[in-house]
């Protein structure tokens, strides 16, 4: 039970790696000289299913830098 609601999170952090890794270094350096602008991700519609989780579960574990989230209004 310590890894239930974890996957998600993990998951996310695994793309948000990915999405680092692609947009540094100087093959990356080379196109934004050119004009290329950073993808960032989006994680949409984070909103939590489980009662015994907080609300803001996975908006919290989620916010980094260059990313976009939404989440259900309620």
């Known amino acids: 039970l310590a890894l239930r ?3 998600g999170v993990a998951n996310s952090r695994l793309a948000y790696a ?3 890794e692609v947009f540094s270094g100087p093959r ?3 196109l934004a000289a050119q004009g290329a602008k950073v993808q ?3 994680w949409a519609s984070t ?3 489980n009662p015994d989780y907080s609300d803001t579960l996975y908006v919290t574990e989620l916010v ?3 990313t976009v989230n939404t989440m ?3």
């Open 5 to 7: 609601g974890k996957a």
């Open 18 to 20: 990915a999405f680092t």
């Open 28 to 30: 990356w350096e080379a």
């Open 40 to 42: 960032r991700p989006l």
């Open 47 to 49: 909103g939590v299913k």
């Open 64 to 66: 980094v830098a260059d």
């Open 72 to 74: 259900p209004e309620k």
